[in-house]
């Protein structure tokens, strides 16, 4: 059911769309490629009195996480946007933000990490800050990318939790698509105004945020947020539904396709999933029952709804787009394995390390790993890791 | 500001933090807060200040209160100024309020000057203060680019060799000047009718100001605690801190009523002892002419600039 207007956009364009009709009260950023154009178009809407934000040009990514905490904690929405370095330079402000419990919204644009120098496409950049207490929501497309910030700053604001939307650099970000775009004051609505409950400019109420917290109490403190993180689960779960009314579109914590009557499966997160559901649908017209679960969101991570997911398959292939540098596996298989031992299955995974710095990942490519698995399913053995689309 | 009306008014920095005794990074956050008054909001860097005053559960802050991260106060306030702009802007807030953050030598000279810089250009309307007490003293007592030549500091020692540290302090306050900010000053602790004036001033001015306040600190620097103040005034007699202020590139300096030695400083403190040992008795001098010259060229700056009356480019959007 179309409930909005349909427009052509690309992943960056949709973000800033959507950051225009959130119209957040300030946004400090500062421009890397491929997320430049979000800033950029913001900035614009800004000058044209479009939003009412403060924009903030500051002098560099770990300045610009560093305004957003200031404004976050004076009490306002607050938003940004980034890539690559400029994520890696932010990244001791991020775990601070999630300390901080600060509902700040961020878009990751994909994009590898240096060295060597490169632009374009892979998610080494937020893998690396994984672990610092963001949510992290991957999107497959510039519709999902507008969705997701929709409704990241929800999600931020109930779990008290900030969030990471990411598009793929390039791929997403600067590939145009055909995706619909809700009215402005259906946004308005759903957003809702922010009312902290202490804040900077309080004034009456003073507090102290960024205290020094020592052997006695830092604990207790991470406990907490550590609870507080498992149950932003139920939260995105919880948005979602709420946007579903508004949109029309679902969204849950990873997307099935064509898997609950799979036995072999990918996992691929972003723009791959996109790719995917085209070979499985012709590997299904071929007869073989291919699936692919992509999750949307990877922090926090679904564990026991995936594995609810993955157990019956017989072989399932992990697509990582970046290396852990951990000398064995990426990092998305790592969490996949993990998750089965728990539950004491020992089914064959496949990890595909692949479309590092933006190399191609074609529909071969992926019907490759398909007919790898089924020979796998089919009892032989494979490389535990494999690298996809490299020259040797 | 006067004495009898300001000890009536409420503390906005408390006793009960865990400063060393005679500490006078505690002393400017006191006076400081005296002269802004409560609607202010602080941000601190990473240091001794927000150390001592924040050590959950208790702060000695009685108004609103962030730290987030060493290098990066100017940036947080930022954050919180444009909020309070952007709320009025919507008519969702209409109180007066100051927006200040404090900074240590370290968190403003060194790994903050960045964020410092950015900060002064895009034109907040906030205060930077740093106390600045020419060393990383939270850390140990290690050497950063306001520690003066000579000093002894962990990293800069002095050995069989090396007679402390060998380079000249950085200008930061000539540097924020060069901002072409609205207002710009040194002040001393020791000196609270001094400091609190500035404050109140700077307070008085929109758009971005800095003040550097020079800060003793007993244990960096090794005297008697008792004797905080008074080594801050003698900083100032002795030129080794000049007081001035730069209020639209118009500079006052303050002079001192009779300039001392700046031996009679320097032997008041043990991270100079060595300086007084007779094979140091060059370096002594070449602090003194350095001295000299530093003060004689702050005089020829308030000289040339009351001359050309050049008002700086204004600085708030
Ligand atoms: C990024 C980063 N680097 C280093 C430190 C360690 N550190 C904390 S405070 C400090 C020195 C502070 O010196 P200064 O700013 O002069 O303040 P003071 O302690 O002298 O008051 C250092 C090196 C840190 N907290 N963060
Ligand atoms: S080390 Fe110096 S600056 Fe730090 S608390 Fe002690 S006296 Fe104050
Ligand atoms: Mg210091």
Known sequence: MAKGNIV????????????????????????????????????????????????????SEHSAMSACIGSSAAGGRTMTGTSSQGLALMAEMLYIAAGLRLPIVLAVVN????????????????????????????????????????????????????VIVTTDGF??????????????????????????????????????????DLTDYYFEHKRQQIEGFKASKAVILDVAKEFAVIAGRSYGLFEKYRLDDAEIALVAMGSTAGTTKVVVDELRQKGLKAGLLKPRVF????????????????????MDRSDSMNGHEGPLCAEIKAAFYDIG???????????????????????????????????????????????? | MNIKEVVKRKELFTGGHRACAGCGAAIVARQVLMAAGPDTVVASATGCLEVVSTIFPYTAWNVPFIHSAFENAAATISGVEALYRSWARQKKYDKKVNFIAFGGDGGTYDIGLQALSGAMERGHNILYVCYNNEAYMNTGVQRSSATPIGADTTTAPVGKVQKGKAQYRKDLTAIMVAH???????????????????????????????????????L??????????????????????????????????????????????????????????????????????????????????????????????????
């Open chain 1, 8 to 59: 052509a956009r690309t992943g960056n364009e949709a973000m800033a769309e959507a950051m225009r009709q959130i119209n957040p009260d300030v946004v400090a950023a500062y421009p890397i490629t491929p997320a430049t154009e979000i800033v950029q178009i913001f900035a614009s809407y800004v000058a044209d009195g479009l939003v009412s934000t403060e924009f903030v040009p500051v002098e």
């Open chain 1, 111 to 162: 994009r590898a990490l240096s060295s060597p120098i490169n632009i374009h496409c892979d998610h080494s950049d937020t893998m690396m800050v994984r672990d610092s207490g963001w949510i992290q929501i991957f999107s497959e497309n510039s519709q999902e990318a507008y969705d997701n910030m929709i409704q990241a700053v929800k999600i931020a604001e109930k779990a008290a939790i900030p």
């Open chain 1, 171 to 212: 791929i997403i970000s600067h590939g145009m698509e055909r995706i619909e775009i809700l009215d402005d004051a259906d946004v308005k609505n759903f957003v809702g105004e922010y009312k902290p409950k202490d804040y900077l400019l309080k004034l009456e109420e003073p507090i102290t945020a960024g205290a020094l």
């Open chain 1, 299 to 318: 922090r926090p991570f679904p564990k026991e709804e995936i594995l609810e997911a993955l157990k019956k398959l017989k072989a399932i292939a992990v």
């Open chain 1, 345 to 392: 299955v020992n089914k064959p995974v496949l990890n595909y390390i692949y479309g590092l710095g933006g190399r191609e990942i074609r529909p071969e490519d992926i019907a490759l790993v398909f007919s790898e698995l089924s020979e796998v399913a089919g009892g032989k053995e494979k490389p535990k890791v494999s690298y996809l689309g490299v020259r040797e």
């Open chain 2, 180 to 218: 072409g900010i609205p207002y710009a000053a040194q002040a001393v602790v020791g000196n609270w009718r001094d400091l609190t004036n500035k404050v109140e001033k700077a307070l008085s001015i929109e758009g971005p100001k800095f003040i550097n306040v020079f800060q003793p600190c007993r």
């Open chain 2, 220 to 317: 960096g620097w090794s005297y008697k605690p008792e004797l905080t103040c008074e080594m801050g005034r003698l900083a100032v007699d002795t030129c080794a801190w000049p007081l001035y202020e730069v209020t639209n590139g118009q500079y006052k300096v303050t002079r001192p009523k009779e300039k001392k030695p700046i031996a009679e400083w320097l032997k008041l403190q043990g991270r100079f002892a060595h300086l007084f040992r007779p094979e140091n008795k060059a370096l002594l001098d070449q602090i003194q002419a350095e001295t000299d010259k530093a003060w004689e060229e702050l005089l020829r700056k308030e000289n040339i600039a009351s001359q050309a009356a050049a008002p700086a480019q204004p600085k708030s959007i």
